[in-house]
């Protein structure tokens, strides 16, 4: 421990003695889909698929799970004219049925989008061949032509792709023969990364397409690119035709060709700054551009996915740490306990002082580390540079920062403690423990935040009145307070030396028990608030503490971790738009961007949400309307066709969307059950046989409806700003009662 602390000391003391310099010389995982249940047609049907494939149903007093109907029950029985039977379908034909139906309707889904991805190939492959021409004609002092940056052609990927496949029986030739080698070939196409082909053509097929997918999906993917002033304001340096794609002028309506650029008019018109680039505020000659990877112009710009994204979405900047310790719901008197040395240096090194510069500059002082923890700042503050911090000023204070942070947590200091922009459904939908921390005033305190169980970081002793260092020696006390009467900067620094020694020495030989004394001193006084039949304490552990003496903050208490958690929603747009602009600045700026904007503005690039986009594009439809439809003998497609897969798109997109609630209230129930089986929860009681929700115990307020019941729903209102279909929902007795 010894050998711990002088390192965690020294690298303090080395930081600030580098500050110091610094301001003297500045003096100057692949997962299986769920897909959505394809309606087979009759209403009927409909509504037995539905009861059959989503056999869940909640009352106010308990979660029944029923059980799927068995396969040979009847759920379809037809009558003749006098009530004869003349036949009946059961549970397993229809499911089959079902099952038939759905793999037809995925075939033609896949064949449609397979045509969407090579539409959109070639648009981009157009688009790619303008740009490599536009950039070649404007070309900046010091830069070559590249020839290549353009798109290769359908025709030529599908050559290669033809070659492949005539170098492959070549092969097979030559080790099987002649009278064995097709035997072999047709076993290998008929693999998955021929895509299960039956024949030649359809390997052929499927090689193009996924040769192509990724680069047919540049329109949906959103890009930081580091750039200069330069290329912001490129200039043609002739005059620029438009050309078809056998290299000759296009005309317009009078013969004329049409001009793209004239010599000297910027080449990239779209750039707007503080939409589509920003400028680091420190250098104005470095940019960062926000755009899709599309060459296609019309479809560069951020804004429709900026706004999508927060339209749609509550938009939470997490800022979570790991606390030192195991956490054992079950064991109510010792919850938190370590089993490693990193743990215990940690609590350790909270308990530790620190030496820091006073504010007013005239000196240094003892801090509690606590309070130096109390006192970090959401990540954003340390990772964002901004306008008139030199780039010193910035690593320094990071620095600062990530030293505590390795010490004082067990966070991974390089990610500043944040795992980027999210979501309020993403959140949750990771743990629902950190999850609760969102709601944590309304869901767990009834709207009102003082029924939320806390703690004061900066002065853990006094929450029951007693300090927890009771039974440590004098020695550290008299340390303690020794430190408020130090004389010389030397002076103090000694006093915070044998005072951490001392804290060591009390880890090391005296309080083995410290560790989980130390959470329960701190914690009990809120534990104790819950009475038993009786009246007696009735220790109970809850979800999550108030974090008091540091805003917004709660520590969650998970199954096994301790975190410390604070969460920011970003509540406008406009708000939105200066986040991703300082985020992009500081990229500009040569740092590290720590929030994931790109990917998490980026659009959804699953089949059916393409194909959706796409069907809103007359060019697009027309084009299907003069294409073969594999799946109905190569005449092509028919509006009826187009109109049948627009549905069935539509409703698998529904049936995600059902997917995503279903999954919500299956984890919530899963989660209630947990709490009530450790036997020590806080937030959750049995109030006349329905599990309720505890606001406060003295005296007793629950929830008016089932804990389920209550989560869930505020849930459904309040995890998205616009909504998913409420088609799943729990139900009463009297409404299962009826059915």
Do not use: C
């Not at 209403?43 to 056999?55: L, M, Q, Y």
């Not at 909640?58 to 040979?72: G, L």
């Not at 780039?391 to 004082?408: D, F, M, V």
């Not at 809120?526 to 009246?535: E, H, K, M």
């Amino acid at each position: 421990m010894a050998k711990r602390q002088k390192s965690f000391f020294e690298r303090l003391t080395e930081l600030n003695d580098r500050h110091d310099e610094k301001h003297e010389k500045n003096t100057t995982n692949k997962s299986k889909r769920n897909r959505a249940t394809i309606a087979v047609g009759a209403t009927i049907a409909v509504g037995i698929v539905a009861a059959i494939a989503i056999p869940l149903t909640v009352n106010v007093t308990k979660v029944n799970y029923k059980e799927a109907k068995p396969q040979d029950s009847e759920v379809a029985i037809f009558y003749g004219p006098n009530d004869q039977k003349l036949s009946a379908i059961n549970a397993g034909q229809l499911q089959q049925a079902v099952n038939s139906k759905n793999i037809e309707v995925e075939k033609k889904i896949d064949a449609f989008y397979r045509q969407a991805i090579e539409y959109l190939y070639q648009q981009e492959y157009e688009a790619s061949q303008e740009f490599q021409r536009i950039w070649n004609a404007s070309l900046q002092n010091g830069e070559s032509v590249n020839n290549s940056i353009a798109l290769r052609s359908l025709e030529d990927i599908r050559k290669d792709e033809t070659n492949k496949l005539e170098d492959l029986k070549e092969n097979l030739k030559k080790n099987y023969g002649y009278e064995n080698w097709e035997k072999q070939f047709n076993e290998i196409i008929s693999k998955d990364e021929y895509g299960n082909s039956l024949n030649e053509e359809q390997a052929i097929n499927f090689l193009v397409f996924k040769q192509i997918e990724s680069e047919a999906k540049r329109r949906y993917q959103l890009e930081y690119k580091k750039q200069t002033m330069d290329y912001i304001n490129r200039t043609a340096n002739t005059t620029i035709y438009k050309l078809d794609e056998n290299g000759n002028q296009v005309k317009d309506s009078t013969g004329q060709p049409i001009v793209l650029f004239k010599k000297g008019q910027h080449v990239f018109p779209y750039f707007v700054q503080g939409e589509n680039y920003f400028v680091d505020p420190n250098n104005a000659n470095n940019v960062t551009t926000l755009l899709t990877k599309s060459f296609v112009t019309a479809l560069k710009s951020p804004t429709p996915f900026i706004q999508n994204y927060f339209n749609k979405n509550k938009v939470i900047l997490p800022t979570v740490y790991k606390m030192p310790g195991q956490i054992d719901k079950n064991n109510i008197y010792h919850p938190l306990s370590s089993n490693s040395d990193k743990d215990k240096e940690a609590l350790a090194d909270l308990l530790k002082y620190s030496l820091r510069k006073k504010a007013d500059g005239s000196g240094y002082e003892a801090v509690s580390n606590l309070d130096i923890l109390a006192g970090f700042k959401t990540a954003d503050y340390y990772a964002l540079q901004t306008q008139g911090q030199s780039g010193q000023q910035y690593e320094s204070t990071k620095e600062y920062y990530q030293t505590y942070l390795g010490a004082l947590t067990q966070s991974d200091p390089t990610t500043l403690g944040t795992t980027g922009l999210t979501t309020a459904e993403e959140i949750f939908t990771n743990s629902i423990d950190e999850g609760l921390a969102l709601f944590a005033k309304d869901l767990l305190g009834n709207g009102n935040a003082s029924n939320i169980p806390g703690f004061n970081i900066t002065n853990p002793d006094s929450a029951n009145g007693e300090s927890i260092f009771t039974t440590w020696n004098n020695t550290y006390r008299f340390l303690l307070a020794s430190l408020q009467s130090a004389n010389t900067e030397a002076d103090l620094i000694n006093r915070i030396n044998e005072l951490n020694k001392a804290v060591d020495n009390q880890f090391d030989n005296t309080d083995k028990d410290l560790y989980g004394r130390l959470f329960v001193s701190t914690s009990n006084w809120s534990f104790n608030v819950a009475t038993g039949p009786q009246g007696q304490a009735d220790n109970k552990i809850p979800v999550l503490f108030s974090a008091q003496g540091m805003p917004n903050a709660y520590f969650v208490i998970k199954d096994k971790d301790l975190l410390l958690a604070r969460y920011q929603e970003i509540p406008s747009l406009d708000e939105f738009k200066a986040f991703i602009t300082k985020d992009a600045q500081n990229y500009a700026a040569g740092n590290k961007t720590y929030f994931n904007v790109t990917n998490k503005l980026s659009g959804t690039t699953d089949k059916e949400a393409i194909i959706s986009s796409l069907l809103s594009d007359t060019d697009f439809v027309n084009k299907m309307l003069q294409t073969p439809n594999v799946n109905n003998d190569n005449t092509n497609y028919t509006q009826e066709q187009i109109n049948e897969i627009t549905n069935n798109v539509q409703s698998i997109i529904a049936g995600k969307q059902s997917d995503k609630l279903l999954s919500i209230l299956k984890s919530v129930d899963k989660w209630i059950k947990d709490q009530f089986n450790t036997g020590t929860s806080y937030n959750f009681t049995v109030e006349n046989g329905v599990p309720k929700i505890v606001y406060s115990y003295n005296p007793l307020v629950t929830s008016q409806s089932s804990a389920l019941d209550t989560i869930y729903s505020y849930l459904i209102n309040n995890l998205w700003k616009t909504q998913p279909a409420k088609n799943i929902t729990p139900l009463t007795n009297e409404t299962e009662g009826s059915k």
